[in-house]
């Protein structure tokens, strides 16, 4: 009887002692903005219902030459027009795809050839890029 009447007490002590934020039926409710969302926002690029994906940015194939001893392809792209590193990228194939270059952006693209130990094998020359409508592009990157 002691043992159970311990373990009562101890059960109310430790249910006081739940902060009341944490209590069920004590909180306020959150309130949200005005604005609704649905499916047909969260996936819209703009707030023109009409523009797609397409419409906006445009998506690059690449493809590395095989450099005996890589582990890994790694690049980086520079958007030239906004003045930033704005991505980068790996690959462990020579053929990959960057996505989401902004349609009228000037970009620069590097790609390099990485061993196992992270030390650079090969480099390639820059190549600049403009985002392009309706493109379907594929960037060869010779890495020496």
Do not use: H
Request: aromatic share 14%; proline share 3%; hydrophobic share 35%.
């Amino acid at each position: 009887m002691k043992k159970f009447m311990t373990s009562l007490a101890t059960l109310a002590l430790l249910t006081s002692a739940v902060p009341a934020f944490a209590q069920e039926g004590q909180q306020t409710p959150v309130t949200t903005a005005s604005t609704q969302y649905s499916s047909s926002n969260v996936l819209s690029i703009s707030p023109n219902e009409d523009e797609k994906y397409e419409d906006v940015f445009q998506d690059i194939g690449v493809k590395f030459n095989y450099i005996p001893g890589v582990d890994r392809y790694k690049w980086v792209r520079y958007n030239i027009t906004d003045g930033y590193e704005d991505m980068t990228g790996t690959s462990y194939t020579t053929s990959s795809k960057i996505y989401s270059f902004r349609i009228g952006k000037l970009y620069r693209l590097t790609a390099y050839a990485v061993d196992s130990n992270n030390r650079i094998l090969a480099v390639s020359d820059p190549v600049e890029i403009r985002g392009e409508k309706g493109w379907d592009t594929v960037i060869n990157f010779w890495l020496k």
